[in-house]
């Protein structure tokens, strides 16, 4: 039978696994809220555009969080976007250092990475 549930369980999110754990994580309370150290940021370009995102940002994410809402047109000329973001849909496919067809949702941004949409 598996313990019972601590503080910071995978089940409640990303956090610390024990109590003890929890206060030697460098994390500050403010309020109702935990302020997280800051992240390291990746430098990537997207369709020429320089942008700075967090390490382990996804490509979809970096763009949606940067307002880019349309990642490739349809045949028909509908803009697509991400839709399921777990790689089943494929509507969020992007060019990625020169290879098209990339699904945003599954590629992590790296450093210098040249993402292309399809505006």
């Known amino acids: 039978m598996p313990p019972p549930a601590t503080v910071g369980d995978y089940r ?13 994580a460098p994390t500050q309370k403010q309020g109702a809220f935990l302020k997280l150290p800051p992240q390291r940021a990746v430098a990537i370009t997207v369709d020429g555009r320089p ?19 349309r990642f490739r047109t349809a045949v028909g000329g509908e803009p697509r976007g991400p839709l399921c973001a777990m790689g089943t849909c494929f509507e969020c496919r992007v060019t990625i250092d020169g290879t098209p067809h990339r699904r945003a949702c599954l590629e992590v941004c790296a450093p210098g990475m040249a993402v292309e949409t399809g505006r």
Request: glycine share 10%; net charge positive; proline share 6%.
């Open 51 to 69: 942008l700075a995102v967090p390490a382990g940002t996804t490509v979809a994410v970096a763009l949606l969080n940067h307002g880019v809402a």
């Open 12 to 24: 409640a999110g990303y956090a610390p696994r024990t109590r003890a754990e929890a206060s030697s």
